[in-house]
């Protein structure tokens, strides 16, 4: 059983700060290529927008959000 320190946090925790770092990045991406990205067919809008949401997520976002909130998380 994992110590702790080691546990990982609850779900609720681990989803309430993804939609906190997806929510806002959405937006964002919608209000710069939105109009652009409307030319395109449902699929390849979302291919789009997911490529670029998922790195920006796995790579940038959550791991400063989950040192930002690292003490809230472990509680």
């Known amino acids: 059983m994992a110590s702790p320190a080691h ?3 609850p ?7 993804i939609w906190l770092a997806i929510y806002p ?4 991406l919608l209000v710069l290529f939105g109009e652009r990205l ?3 067919p449902l699929a390849l ?6 490529s670029i ?6 790579f940038v976002l959550l791991p ?3 040192k930002a909130f690292a003490g809230w998380l472990r509680k």
């Not at 990045?25 to 964002?28: D, E, G, P």
């Not at 949401?53 to 796995?58: A, I, K, R, S």
Request: hydrophobic share 60%; aromatic share 4%; no cysteine.
């Open 64 to 66: 400063l959000l989950q």
């Open 38 to 40: 409307l030319v395109l």
């Open 7 to 9: 546990r990982p946090p």
């Open 53 to 58: 949401l998922v790195p920006l997520m796995v």
């Open 25 to 28: 990045s959405l937006t964002v």
């Open 11 to 17: 779900k609720w925790k681990t989803a309430l700060l």
């Open 45 to 50: 809008r979302t291919l789009v927008m997911t």
